[in-house]
């Protein structure tokens, strides 16, 4: 299994022994960024193996790699080979790695290096996305048969991570690294052992010196929520697909769940840019099961070999997993929904009701599905007024757009509104998509998004003495269904109690530096 490798990046020795100290329980290994030290402090990186006490890498990134350094090579190889003098014939008290870019040739700093038993990380940093053939650069790389390799690329789209998954997988180096830097290659960094990658680094992500590259996990959640310790190429994998995926309830809905229940499994964030590249991935993974969200819920029906009937009424889907191969297609977000709003509104049905749903996407279908089937009248609005149009005739429901016209019609239908668009989410503009209309304070109000907890626009529907209720409910119920879908199994109510202990956590949000 990779090992959790947790970046010190803070300006004295004192300091990052004192965040190792914080984070050991969650590493084996930890990296000295000699370049993020202070000038003065460089001077004294001998010592800090020994006083660290676990296997450390000694590296001093230049800037063109990412990295603070700024000097000269002279210097930097200088200070590298101050990291490994007076080595030591109990080699715990050396340096157990050091990285140095595939670019540089040093032969008697390498010499000292392994004759002291301090392993070469040979590197690799791009930039530029994979403007290379990752492949070949990979095999240019080996220069002597115990070396590690390293092959940092910051991806530009899920293309890129494809193409080093698969460059990664054809490798037939034993001990390398390989890492897709950025947010759309956050996974390559949870499932490193898939990767092939000996270890994974993390930031310490609380702490105000975290500095590590982009897309860095923090070492607490890489140990705790995803259990990258865990991880064997047995795992079974599933997660959620989307975009910008910047906060999910799911992967601490699913990993506390997994981990309750002792499942050799992880749920991890697959943010991406294409629908397809995704799903190629997913499938090299051998992922058994993905929720679909924002704004792939339609993209997804023409990749689906099969579906269920509600999915082919409502157009959208939000759960898929493998049979005989091939994708089949759900929608819990239905279930999810009714279940929820009827808690809310203390009712068994919607009749007599007059509803207005904001939106007209995936997640309105599904909403205007049981809105109908529940007996209610609704008043359909969206900014895309075909869209509107077409959703409203399914139900023989009124619409309209978000203009003045469209809100007047709300009054009525103001029993109850049902936000339903993505404005006002994490990672999108806060904005209020109703902004033009006044609320009474009669009004029962959901909004869908649950992070943040309370969009500009629940926050004025509170303001105005409404009642209301964000979507963390609707999504916990839903994620049961998911979970009755992806094993067959109901989650035992004693663990679905201690989930929901948990509440609108900080986990929500995907932590990632
Ligand atoms: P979607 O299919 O991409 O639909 C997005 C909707 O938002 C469309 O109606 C779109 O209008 C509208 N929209 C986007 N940007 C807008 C803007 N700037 N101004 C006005 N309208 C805008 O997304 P979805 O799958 O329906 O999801 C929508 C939201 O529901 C997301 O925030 C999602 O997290 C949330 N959701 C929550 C749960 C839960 O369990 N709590 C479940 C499902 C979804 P146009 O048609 O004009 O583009």
Not at 65 to 81: H, I, N, Q, S, W
Not at 168 to 192: D, N, T, W
Not at 368 to 395: C, D, F, M
Not at 470 to 476: E, F, H, L, Q, T
């Amino acid at each position: 299994m990779a090992k959790n490798c947790l970046c010190l990046t803070a300006k004295t020795i004192d300091r990052n022994l004192e965040i190792l100290n914080k984070y050991r329980k969650f590493v084996e290994i930890a990296e000295l960024r000699v370049d993020c030290l202070n000038q003065d402090e460089r001077l004294n990186i001998r010592r800090f193996p020994e006083l660290a006490g676990l296997p450390v890498i000694l590296t001093i990134r230049r800037d063109i790699d990412g990295g603070r350094f700024t000097g000269g090579e002279g210097e930097r190889v200088k200070m590298l080979a101050r990291g490994l003098a007076f080595a030591s014939a109990d080699t715990r008290l050396n340096f157990a790695y050091v990285d140095i870019e595939e670019d540089i040739e040093v032969p008697s700093l390498e010499e000292a290096a392994r004759t002291f038993g301090t392993k070469i990380i040979r590197s690799y940093h791009n930039l530029e996305g994979t403007v290379i053939d990752i492949p070949a650069k990979i095999k240019s790389m080996q220069r002597t048969g115990n070396e590690i390799i390293k092959v940092a690329i910051a991806v530009k789209s899920t293309n890129d991570v494809l193409q080093i998954y698969k460059a990664a997988k054809a490798c037939p180096v034993k001990e390398k690294i390989i890492i897709c830097m950025g947010h759309l290659g956050i996974y390559s960094r949870i499932l490193a052992e898939k990767f092939g990658s000996i270890l994974t680094y993390s930031s310490a992500l609380s702490e105000k010196e975290a500095a590590g590259a982009a897309g860095q996990f923090d070492v607490q959640d890489l140990a705790e929520l995803y259990r990258i310790k865990k991880i064997t190429k047995k795992t079974k994998i599933y997660g959620i697909i989307g975009h910008p995926l910047k906060a999910s309830i799911s992967p601490l809905f699913f990993n506390s769940i997994f981990t309750q229940e002792k499942m050799d499994a992880v749920y991890v964030p697959f943010p991406t840019d294409s629908i397809d590249n995704i799903l190629d991935i997913t499938k090299e993974l051998d992922v058994q099961g993905l929720a679909v969200t924002v704004p792939y819920k339609e993209a997804i029906l023409s990749k689906l070999a099969k579906c269920s009937e509600t999915v082919q009424v409502i157009r959208a889907c939000n759960t898929v997993y493998p049979v005989d191969g091939k994708w089949y297609g759900e929608n819990t977000d239905i279930m999810g929904f009714s279940d929820s709003l009827l808690a809310f509104m203390e009712c068994k049905n919607l009749k007599r009701k007059k509803i207005t749903i904001v939106g007209a996407g995936g997640a309105a279908r599904a909403v205007a599905s049981e809105v109908h089937r529940l007996g209610g009248k609704a008043l359909i609005l969206n900014r895309t007024a075909y869209k509107a149009r077409n959703l409203a005739s399914q139900y023989n429901f009124r619409w309209g757009v978000l203009d003045e016209k469209g809100i007047e019609l709300i009054s009525k239908f103001n029993d109850v509104i049902i936000q339903t668009t993505s404005v006002g989410m994490e990672g999108y503009e806060a904005a209020d998509p109703l902004e033009l209309y006044t609320f009474t304070g009669k009004e029962a109000v959901m909004d869908l998004i649950y992070m943040p907890p309370q969009t500009p626009f629940l926050k004025r529907a509170a303001f105005a003495g409404c009642k209301t209720m964000n979507g963390y409910d609707m999504v916990i119920r839903q994620a049961c269904f998911q979970y009755k879908s992806y094993t067959g199994k109901e989650i035992p109510h004693k663990v679905l109690s201690r989930i929901n202990t948990l509440g609108e956590s900080k986990w929500s949000m995907i932590r990632i530096g």
